[in-house]
């Protein structure tokens, strides 16, 4: 009896290590590509002090006035663009990523802010196609929406709006 049952699990095996690995996942959403710069016309220290307010919304690992730069730690979410698909439902992806903001003035009264994302999304091994490497899950480096750069922008320039109202009533910078 142990002979068959033998010759069943090692056939098993051979089917299971024969199928490929390519599952379609992770699905794709397209997407239009929004801007990651702006220039403002406003001088370096305001244009820093808007983007600094913004950005301490998120856990920040690093920013310097000096060098007009401020990035985040990684932020868990749900992608906006990869997804596994189960018959018409479509379950987006967990993802992490990491803002950079840099600002570079162009002149005294004018300042261009880029934000960039690194972004990636968590998978497992089998629907990545990748080797067991101590883990079953890994985060794979993938393409940003533009969604997330362009909101923070938004955000600043929404920041430095209150910021000039605030100085027309007399207010603190």
Known sequence: ??????????????????????????GVEDYEELATTEVFNI????????????????????SSEENLEIQTDWIKGKSERLFSQYDENRVP??????LNVRLVPLDANRTEVT???TEQYLTDIITSGGDLNATLYEWID????????????????????????????GGKK
């Open 1 to 26: 009896m142990m002979g068959p049952r033998l010759v069943w699990i090692f056939g098993f095996f051979l089917l299971v290590g024969c199928f490929s690995k390519d599952f379609n996942e992770p």
């Open 43 to 62: 001088n370096k220290k305001m244009a820093w002090n808007a983007a600094f307010n913004v950005m301490s919304r998120y856990p920040i690992v690093y």
């Open 93 to 98: 992806y967990t993802i992490r990523f990491r």
């Open 115 to 117: 934000v960039q994302n």
């Open 142 to 169: 993938t393409e940003s929406t533009t969604y997330k750069e362009n909101a923070v922008l938004k955000k600043v320039e929404l920041e430095l709006k209150k910021m000039l109202q605030n100085l027309r009533r």
